[in-house]
């Protein structure tokens, strides 16, 4: 829930951020850090000209207040920031502002934190790391309504993110769960930015085949639960049992229910029926991805029965995936970062040494 306005005090900040004005709001007072207005403040988005088809002209945004992030286990990497179609992205790096770009996309309902110990070994390889947050999750910015998010705003945000701000090129995709069904299409879409590809327990679905049953069970959990509890569903996808520091980085995000609406939007996204709103855009992309002939590594683990089955499908559609020794992660579960994270860090270092891309 937002700060009631009566009792907050606004701002015009008179910055021009691209194309977009912000008004700002925060509390007079703070109430801890137990609800939405406890240090954090929510924004109006207000586009100067006509929106792309995947912009609301007004959208509010919740921001977790920086002191729920103290004291993260592992992960010493300073946040930094973006703006970008009306939210302000984090994103976090490890390595030699030179090495080369590796784009490590988390899924739901995770965030850059996943991906700590891949990044720690990514960097003493030489390779840049970067790891953003998606819009409604980690340190990112929150839209504030299910209806704010869409598959495609989402691809749109990361798009933005990666090529506009930060200029990425000769890029390696890491993408796990949500990470895939937006890097995928990233890669489909703009093949020149990127050098391969590792797909790691994820997928491109279009609605043309059913989804299992057991993420069905997940998506009406995640709808319609009362309350949700973040550090419980990735407890869920893994093998090993979570410290309760590790439990509290994953819950550090969602200070009240008013945060999470990104975690709820994300599984009613995934396309499960032919007509999706994202269907038909993710068909094409695997017509492109049927002709990618650049490394293509499909890296699952042997235990993720949500999207185990997506693997033979990547590797023996996909050309560049041809003649590759795909690793399996024995005895990882679905949000294998966490289980085997340092197994696919020298996974992924391993793989880009190998196929060096074309000077």
């Not at 100067?48 to 959208?59: D, E, F, K, L």
């Amino acid at each position: 829930m937002v700060p009631c306005p009566a009792r907050l005090r606004a701002a015009w900040i008179g910055v021009v951020s691209g194309s977009v004005w912000e008004l700002r709001t925060t509390p007079i007072t703070t109430r801890g850090t137990s609800g939405a207005a406890a240090g954090s403040f929510w924004h109006m988005v207000s586009c100067c000209h006509a929106p792309r088809p995947w912009q609301h002209g007004r959208m509010r945004v919740l921001r977790t207040p920086e002191d729920r992030f103290a004291d993260l286990p592992d992960f010493p990497y300073p946040a930094r920031y973006a703006p970008v179609g009306g939210v302000r992205m984090a994103y976090v790096e490890a390595g030699p502002p030179d090495g080369e770009p590796v784009l490590l996309l988390h899924g739901e309902p995770s965030w850059s934190f996943l991906y700590r110990s891949v990044m720690a070994v990514l960097a003493d390889a030489g390779l840049r790391a970067i790891a953003p947050d998606m819009a409604g999750f980690g340190r990112s910015d929150k839209p504030l309504n299910v209806s704010d998010h869409s598959y495609a705003r989402h691809v749109e945000w990361i798009r933005a993110l990666a090529f506009d701000r930060l200029d990425l090129r000769g890029l390696t995709l890491v993408g796990q769960d949500w990470g895939g069904l937006i890097g995928l299409r990233l890669a489909a879409e703009h093949p020149d930015r990127f050098a391969r590809v590792v797909a790691a327990n994820t997928g491109l679905p279009t609605g043309d085949r059913p989804m299992p049953a057991v993420w069905l069970r997940f998506r009406d959990v995640v709808q319609t639960a009362p309350a949700l509890s973040v550090s419980r569903l990735v407890q869920s996808g893994c093998q090993t049992t979570l410290t309760p520091a590790v439990l509290a980085a994953y819950d550090a995000p969602f200070p009240d229910e008013g945060f999470a609406a990104g975690v709820r939007a994300m599984p009613g996204l995934v396309p499960t029926t032919p007509d999706d709103p994202a269907s038909a855009a993710n068909r094409a992309a695997w017509r492109h991805l049927s002709a990618w002939d650049k490394p293509f590594l499909v890296a699952f683990s042997d235990r993720d029965p949500i999207t185990g089955a997506m693997g033979p499908v990547l590797r023996e559609t996909i050309p560049g995936a041809a003649g590759l020794d795909h690793p399996v992660l024995e005895g990882a579960g679905h949000f294998l970062q966490e289980d085997a994270g340092e197994q696919l860090g020298h996974l992924i270092a391993d793989f880009i040494q190998s196929t060096p891309a074309p000077a």
